[in-house]
């Protein structure tokens, strides 16, 4: 069974930064494209980021220039350094693996992270 784990939220100061992480398992093969949603209260789901395996990146217009993600394909980790947080960023953050092939089968539907909040504070 794959599972998405989110870490590394919390609360954090208007200018500081935070780095989240998530870890795929489940006998995982190789996954096509990692990434980040948000959603804050009220609002829509956003994309934040995405990286696929070969390292090609996409990133939400309100992050660009302060977020960057990375990932380590041997450890089917996802990362999400993010830097100058405003309030705005203020929100739950979703971990998604699109693309993802286990030892028996290919699944063609996403696989999404409980979430982990981030908090920023005037």
């Known amino acids: 069974q794959v599972q998405l784990v989110e870490s590394g939220g919390g609360l954090v100061q208007t200018g500081g930064s935070l780095r989240l992480s998530c870890a795929a398992s489940?006998?995982?093969?190789?996954?096509?494209?990692m990434g980040w949603y948000r959603q804050a209260p009220g609002k829509e789901r956003e994309l934040v980021a995405a990286?696929?395996?070969?390292?090609?990146?996409n990133y939400g217009d309100s992050v660009k220039g302060r977020f960057t993600i990375s990932r380590d394909n041997a450890k089917n980790t996802v990362y999400l350094q993010m830097n100058s947080l405003k309030r705005d960023d203020t929100a739950v953050y979703y971990c998604?693996?699109?693309?993802?092939?286990?030892?028996?089968?290919?699944?063609?539907?996403?696989?999404w992270g409980k979430g982990t909040l981030v908090t920023v504070s005037p």
């Open positions: 489940g006998s995982i093969l190789s996954i096509n494209t």
């Open positions: 990286i696929t395996s070969g390292g090609s990146t």
């Open positions: 998604y693996a699109d693309g993802i092939v286990t030892g028996s089968k290919f699944y063609g539907m996403p696989f």
